[in-house]
């Protein structure tokens, strides 16, 4: 059985209204959103969405000095069953501890950070 349902993909960059009007360029779709989160619908498939990330260093391909960077928002219905299970398959709590908000973030056994979100 599984334990959460996959959301959407993030990616982190300097500027989320222009990377998601490059991707809707690509993709077609429609850009949702200002500021630091925006949403791109695509047309039967699923969306994406873009976050402010200051600083951003723009990953090198293929290269380990400067890796791929994205994270996973995974939508559950109990974040507290849904964290339990993903623990106890290795995940770690990077920033898990605030249970009034509606995510919590892991990193999965590589490292790799993802959300689980009842959102």
């Avoid at 949403?39 to 600083?55: C, N, R, T, Y």
Wanted: proline fraction near 9%; include cysteine.
């Amino acid at each position: 059985m599984a334990l959460a349902k996959l959301g959407v993909v993030v990616l982190d960059c300097p500027d989320p209204r222009a990377l998601a009007g490059f991707y809707a360029e690509v993709l077609g779709g429609t850009v949702e959103g200002e500021g630091d989160w925006v949403d791109l619908k695509v047309p039967g498939g699923p969306s994406l969405a873009f976050q402010a990330a200051p600083g951003h260093v723009p990953p090198k391909w293929p290269g380990s000095d400067h890796s791929q960077q994205f994270h996973l928002d995974l939508v559950v219905d109990d974040l507290d069953a849904a964290e339990k299970g993903v623990l106890a398959l290795g995940a770690e709590p990077l920033d898990a501890t605030d249970h009034t908000r509606t995510f919590r973030v892991y990193a999965d056994p590589a490292g790799h950070p993802f959300c689980l979100c009842a959102c």
